[in-house]
Structures are given as structure tokens and as C-alpha cells.
């Protein structure tokens, strides 16, 4: 893929060429709002069940979890994009553990992003492709591509732009 190539079924990583649909998770940040990750991504989806203190953490880190032996950040995705915590926002039930790669060649690293207790997945196609929503100026740094679903725009993350934000 060229960072030019913005197709659905390129950001979604559909197997052969000749592929129309790609498969994606549906990750619901807040009542009725969803990103899509591309499955591969995924490493874990568990029951949110103790955070342990993250001094210095950024306002959207909860807390870190342990996973497979690594101290992981749990991030509410909901609080990046809106720029402050919501303290009304029900809190999460679950994780969503992702995977990234810093640099093409690196090892995987992994972060978790709060989570329902649902993902759904759906097949996603080049025509359901649309705009970004204009409601959070981070939409362009994370997000790969957004398709349109059930009347919504649902922006496709980049797991390595996202999970490397804090750091640019």
C-alpha cells in the first residue's frame, strides 16, 4: 500500500486484489459514535477488571492494565478526541488490546483503548467510503479512511499514528 492508496479495502488489509469487501471491527467510543480497526490489529478484547495508578498520564490514560507480563496504557479514546475527560460518560466494561508496529520491521507493541462489551464486525467496500467527521481536529492524524454506516461516518484507525500520538 502507498500512503497515496486510501481504498477501503487497502486501510481494512483485504487479502487479494480482486477482494470488493474487507472485514472490520466496529469499536463504539461513545453512545452511537464508532471507529473501525482493522481486524488484524486486534490482540484481545477482556473484561475491564483493575487499572493500576499511571502517574503523569495524559487525561485521556485511565490507568495501565497488565497484559501477557506488559504494563499496558488504557486510553479512552472518547477523552483524546474531545480534548477533556468526560466525567458523566459511563465507565468502560472492557479493553481492546491493539497491536502496532512504530516503524515498518519493528517489533509489535500494544497499547489498550476502553472498551463495550460488544464488538461488532462488519464488511466494508470502496463505496461506502466518506469524509472524516469534522468533530474532533484529530481525525486526520489517526485515521487511514472513513466509510459511511448506518448513516454515520466511521473513521478507520491507524493503530501506529494513534497509539504514537502522544509522542509526536
Same mark, same amino acid.
Given at each position: 500500500?502507498?500512503?497515496?492508496?486510501?481504498?477501503?479495502?487497502?486501510?481494512?488489509?483485504?487479502?487479494?486484489?480482486?477482494?470488493?469487501?474487507?472485514?472490520?471491527?466496529?469499536?463504539?467510543?461513545?453512545?452511537?459514535?464508532?471507529?473501525?480497526?482493522?481486524?488484524?490489529?486486534?490482540?484481545?478484547?477482556?473484561?475491564?477488571?483493575?487499572?493500576?495508578?499511571?502517574?503523569?498520564?495524559?487525561?485521556?490514560?485511565?490507568?495501565?492494565?497488565?497484559?501477557?507480563?506488559?504494563?499496558?496504557?488504557?486510553? @479512552? =479514546?472518547?477523552? $483524546?478526541?474531545?480534548?477533556?475527560?468526560?466525567?458523566?460518560?459511563?465507565? &468502560?466494561?472492557? !479493553? /481492546?488490546?491493539? #497491536?502496532?508496529?512504530?516503524?515498518?520491521?519493528?517489533?509489535?507493541?500494544?497499547?489498550?483503548?476502553?472498551?463495550?462489551?460488544?464488538?461488532?464486525?462488519?464488511?466494508?467496500?470502496?463505496?461506502?467510503?466518506?469524509?472524516?467527521?469534522?468533530?474532533? @481536529? =484529530?481525525?486526520? $492524524?489517526?485515521?487511514?479512511?472513513?466509510?459511511?454506516?448506518?448513516?454515520? &461516518?466511521?473513521? !478507520? /484507525?491507524?493503530? #501506529?499514528?494513534?497509539?504514537?500520538?502522544?509522542?509526536?
Amino acid at each position: 500500500m502507498t500512503p497515496r492508496d486510501s481504498s477501503i479495502e487497502s486501510m481494512m488489509g483485504a487479502i487479494d486484489a480482486g477482494a470488493e469487501q474487507a472485514q472490520a471491527l466496529l469499536l463504539e467510543y461513545r453512545r452511537g459514535h464508532h471507529v473501525a480497526l482493522p481486524p488484524h490489529t486486534v490482540q484481545d478484547h477482556l473484561a475491564l477488571t483493575g487499572l493500576l495508578d499511571a502517574p503523569d498520564a495524559p487525561y485521556y490514560c485511565v490507568g495501565n492494565m497488565v497484559w501477557q507480563g506488559e504494563t499496558l496504557p488504557v486510553w @479512552d =479514546l472518547n477523552a $483524546l478526541l474531545r480534548a477533556y475527560a468526560d466525567v458523566k460518560a459511563p465507565a &468502560a466494561s472492557h !479493553v /481492546l488490546v491493539i #497491536a502496532y508496529q512504530a516503524v515498518p520491521g519493528a517489533s509489535l507493541q500494544y497499547h489498550a483503548l476502553c472498551a463495550p462489551a460488544e464488538l461488532p464486525d462488519i464488511m466494508v467496500s470502496d463505496d461506502m467510503q466518506c469524509a472524516l467527521p469534522a468533530d474532533s @481536529d =484529530l481525525w486526520p $492524524l489517526i485515521a487511514i479512511s472513513c466509510f459511511s454506516h448506518e448513516g454515520r &461516518a466511521v473513521p !478507520v /484507525l491507524d493503530t #501506529a499514528r494513534l497509539c504514537l500520538l502522544r509522542d509526536a
